[in-house]
């Protein structure tokens, strides 16, 4: 079965980075984008970040755009946000998600959604 | 950028049926897909409706999804409703501009 299991959050001071991780199994890791999803205390689901498959191709949400950097190993089966330059506003729960896209007649993918979702790892940022 | 508006709450006694709305802001909601995710109190979102109204394997038949062109909205209905249906409820969709853009989440009360 699908498991995304995501570490390395806590509590990390403004201005500091922190590096999240989530390790899958039980699907063809290679074969699948991956998201990364944030929720702060109390508020509702905010997309943060995507990743190719084959890492070929990045989007980001403008909050973080120029300070987060979505990356993976598919030879470890693992996904990776590295968040630098930290704020108040990034503390929240962060879920990474598998890729369900969506491709246009050439094959081309033109949108995106989650099909399965890790448990979390909460990130405070407070001095 | 477009967003997807949904109401904050809903509630509704158990066995009746209750629709959430979510309506696109701007560009029409028949282009793209629009999901619906399910996430209980201090759990992970699941996925109940992908495809504008397809139910993955597991989610029981109650659960509806539909698309309104003239209202340009897509709706979640769940049908005899559980009291473990009380959960918030997410529509997402997207464009070739925003890749994922989600709604603020409806809280379902069942009671």
Redesign the interface.
Known sequence: QVQLVESGGGVVQPGRSLRLSCAASGFTFSSYGM?W?RQAPGK????VA?IWYDGSNK?YADSVKGRFTISRVNSKNTLYVQMNSLRAEDTAVY?C?RD?G?YDTSGFQ??????Y????TLVTVSS | NFMLTQPHSVSESPGKTVTISCTRSSGSIASNYVQWYQQRPGSAPTTVIYEDNQRPSGVPDRFSGSIDSSSNSASLTISGLKTEDEADYYCQSYDSSNPVVFGGGTKLTVL
Do not use: T
């Open positions: 998201h999803v509702g689901l905010e997309w995507v989007f879920y998600a369900r969506f033109v949108g995106y959604s989650h099909d979702w890790g448990q979390g």
